[in-house]
């Protein structure tokens, strides 16, 4: 995941923009993909399971085409309309948790391309699915304030 254009994107997110869908906040959102690129190199580590039919369709949909990221989607372990509590003083913080996190992801998957980690709705996923899914998830959440 190529780190430079992601940070370029984030510097036209400020606290005050405004969601053009959605209830997160800017900072809720930069949270929100810190946690998911640090669940894919394992530094927030959950358990493997076997995705079950309806995850398994999802997956082929989202990571097996050229289908965007779908609105409404709640992240797995959460209930629609709840938001985690922010971890971050500010969203200047956050930003460079998220930019930190692309980092260690990059070095993680250099050192051990064939790694596969688990994705909470999807399994067990390697490398190039991993490749597959940040790029939509990002430009699902960078369009949710226009910064895509």
């Known amino acids: 995941m190529e780190s430079k254009s992601i940070e370029k994107k984030l510097k036209n997110l400020k606290a005050n923009t405004p969601a053009q869908f959605g209830i997160m906040s800017p900072q809720h959102m930069v949270e929100h993909l810190t946690i998911t690129v640090k669940i894919a190199y394992n530094r927030i580590k959950i358990p493997e399971f076997e995705p079950n039919e309806k995850q398994k369709f999802q997956k082929r949909s989202l990571l097996d085409s050229d289908m965007d990221f779908p609105r ?25 948790q ?10 993680f998957f250099e050192s051990d391309i064939k790694a596969t980690t688990v994705h909470p709705r999807f399994g067990m996923l390697a490398y190039a699915d991993w490749e597959r899914f940040h790029p939509k998830h990002f430009a699902h959440h960078f369009k949710q304030f226009g910064i895509w």
């Open 72 to 96: 409404g989607v709640v992240a797995p372990g959460m209930n629609a309309g709840d938001l985690m509590p922010l971890r971050s003083v500010n969203l200047d913080e956050a930003k460079q």
């Open 98 to 107: 998220l930019i930190d996190s692309i980092t260690a992801y990059n070095a």
